[in-house]
Structures are given as C-alpha cells and as structure tokens.
C-alpha cells in the first residue's frame, strides 16, 4: 500500500485527465493534494482504508444522510477508483483470475484542492508515432460460447439465476496511450467519460452506467442489461425482447434489494424502468432505482453494499461471482469496477464498462454480457464484440 504526495505521480495525470464526476464547475482548477494505491496483496478492507484517508485529508463521508455542502476553497473532494476484485474482496466473494494489468492498483483516492487561480495543464503530447498492434483475446468465441453453456447448466441445476461473463483482450503500442485513452470520453453516451493515471498505468473510461450516486439526498444506481443496435428495428426488437426484459428486472431487483441493506427503511423505489438509452451505435436497456440513505451510513459501507455492480456479476451475487472466478480466465483489471467521485454532498461514481486500462507494454480491454437461460452462446459472443468495437476503433485512431 503506498500514500504519496503529488510529486509521486505523472504530471499528466494531475494537469490533462479529466476525473468523471468531478464537479464541473471546479474542472480545471483542480490540483492534486494527496494519493492512496492499495493493491489486494496489501490486505485489509479497501472501502474502509478509502473513507479513513478520506477523512484524514478533511473529506468526512462518515454520514451520508447528512447535508453537506460542497466548498468553493480548499479541498474539493477526491478521485476513487475500485476494481471488480476489489469489490468482490469487500462483498467476501472469489476474486477471480489475476489481473492482466499488475501494474494497477485495485483501489486508487486522488484528493483534489481548488488552485487559487486557474490551472495551466502541461502543453499536450504529440499523437506522432502512436501505434496499435493487433488485439489478442484472452479466450477464443468457442471457448467464450463454452462458458455460457456452462452458466447455462449452472442455471438449470439452480446454482445461479444469472451471470456476467467478461473476456480480455490485450494489444501491445507505441508511443502515449493517454491520449488515445482520453478520447474515450468523447464516445456518444459516454456518462462516466474521463481518465485517471498513476506510475506505469492509465485508464480510460467510456461508461454510461451509473454504479452509485448521491443526488438531493438520495442514492441512485440505473443498472445496465438488454443490448441492441442501435437502429429503428433494434429499438423494436429489444423493447419486444422477453429475455432482455427477464434479464433486466433480474438485475434491477437485485439492485434494490443492495440498496436496502443502506437504506431508510421504506425508501427503496424504482423511478425509471426498462428505459431506452443510446451508446454509440447500440440501444441499450437502463432503470433508475434510488433510495433515501440510512442515518449513520458511511461511504465504506455504501461501497460494501453496491460493490462489485449487480450488472456485471449476477443473480445471487455471491454465487454469480464463484461461476466468474471458475470460468474467466483472466482478471477483470479495470473492467467492471468503480470510477468516479466522492465528496462533500457529493458522490457519482460510475461502473467501468467500456473501459480501457493501459500498462507499460499493452492496452487492455475487457466485455461481456449478462447470461440466463435463453441465452444463445453465439449472441452473446457477438454482443461482446460489439460492445468492444468502438472502444477498439477509437483507441487505435491516430
């Protein structure tokens, strides 16, 4: 576990990324105060270790039921990743494979001051000589449709409703990644867009899924299930779909009831269901459930309760997350965690979908999709490469 200043880190990552949810009235006259890394081998609990340096550096996020106002002065608030093993670590789960991506920590809190005046980032770096080599995946399609005949089976023994298969993928560079990862951000429908960096790593992100967030005075997660291209007859085809919708309402009960175990007793509602959302060139299914937060609760145990998302594990959690550690190969690095921020009044943290993390060698990629029992191995291949495909076309845009 390390905690170092700002001289410790790139400078790029303090004066060019752009942290999601970060407030924007404070963008661009944020400098970087204070940094925790911790990695699972460290031990001990990452949603505690975040809020304790949280609070050391003037951040309390011990109450979340109670108004706080943002500061105009001083310390704004803070940058906070969390990987999906991080969060399956928290939820007392398997973590799953090892991470393609050793170089990235699994929990990552950037405290972030307002500068007196406006901060002048360091000048841009040329996209001269960036190069992407070829995407290598991490499991072939047939060994993909074998892992979702195999959640198939697990359903039908009634291990598991439903689970989040993921596959890697990894393509050596040269030159910069940062720029290339921060132009994720510009991807249509791209919520969570924006980066974060540290010594020998960087991720970028493109999500449109909310994980959590605190607004007037509520907590919200819109859950993500049901994917179809973005066309007249797409729309049609998954506003008609029974699977995408069974798939869905699944997700969504499991997220109210992740909501419940922190909420004001009664308070859980469902404001938006089965809503229709663009992403790039695919249609895709989100519901918006919020919930008032119970008296006392911090953000470590908020992060406990809604960590990892019920959107990328399963129904039930615990026992999606055994399929996921028995049949992905490969470590979910920065895929399928939390980015985002926190602070006084303050809390949008986003689920990393669409993602991209970059190492000293290779970018890495991860998708997937949610499995039931209708699912068609061969669907659901191709719904994960089109999922990838614009993150893919725009990290290799020179």
């Given at each position: 576990m390390s905690g170092n200043?700002?001289?410790?880190?790139?400078?790029l990552s303090r004066g060019m990324t752009v942290v999601p949810g970060a407030p924007p009235g404070c963008r661009g006259r944020l400098v970087e105060r204070a940094r925790l890394e911790w990695r699972l081998a460290d031990g001990g609990d990452p949603a505690d270790l975040a809020q304790e340096f949280l609070a050391a550096h003037g951040i309390a996020l011990h109450d979340l039921a109670r108004p706080a106002a943002h500061q105009s002065e001083g310390v704004c608030g803070a940058a906070l990743y969390l990987s999906a093993a991080a969060g399956a670590h928290t939820a007392g789960g398997p973590t799953g494979a090892s991470t393609p991506v050793p170089a990235l920590p699994d929990l990552v809190v950037v405290v972030h001051q307002h500068a007196r005046g406006p901060v002048v980032p360091?000048?841009?770096r040329p996209a001269a000589g960036w190069w992407l080599g070829d995407w290598r995946d991490s499991w072939t399609p047939r060994q993909h449709a074998d892992a979702v005949a195999a959640v198939r089976a697990a359903i039908g023994r009634g291990d598991v409703y439903q689970v989040n298969l993921v596959g890697h993928a990894a393509a050596p560079y040269a030159g910069d990644p940062l720029p290339a990862l921060a132009r994720l951000a510009a991807l249509p429908g791209a919520r969570y867009g924006g980066t974060l960096a540290g010594l020998g790593w960087a991720v970028g992100c493109a999500s449109p899924e909310t994980l959590i967030a605190l607004e007037g005075g509520r907590l919200v997660t819109r859950p993500i299930k049901g994917t179809r291209p973005a066309t007249a007859a797409g729309r049609r085809e998954l506003l008609a779909s029974a699977k995408e919708r069974a798939e869905h309402v699944m997700i969504v009960d499991l997220e109210r009831n992740d909501l419940a175990r922190v909420a004001r007793t009664g308070s859980v509602?469902?404001?938006?269901?089965?809503?229709?959302?663009?992403?790039?060139?695919?249609?895709?299914?989100?519901?918006?459930?919020?919930?008032?937060p119970a008296d006392g609760l911090g953000l470590a145990a908020l992060l406990r309760a809604v960590c990892p998302g019920g959107s990328v594990t399963g129904a039930p959690k615990l026992a999606a997350l055994a399929q996921i550690a028995a049949l992905e190969p490969v470590g979910r690095g920065a895929g399928m965690g939390a980015l985002g921020w926190v602070g006084p009044?303050?809390?949008?943290?986003?689920?990393?979908i669409r993602t991209a993390a970059a190492d000293?060698?290779?970018?890495?990629?991860?998708?997937?999709?949610g499995i039931t029992w209708g699912s068609d191995p061969a669907a659901e291949v191709a719904e994960a490469a089109a999922k990838a495909a614009p993150v893919r076309a725009l990290l290799a845009a020179g």
């Open positions: 200043g700002p001289d410790g880190v790139e400078a360091p000048a841009a509602r469902v404001d938006d269901l089965f809503a229709v959302r663009r992403w790039c060139d695919l249609w895709q299914a989100e519901s918006t459930v919020s919930a008032a009044g303050r809390i949008d943290l986003g689920l990393t000293a060698e290779r970018l890495h990629l991860w998708a997937g999709g």
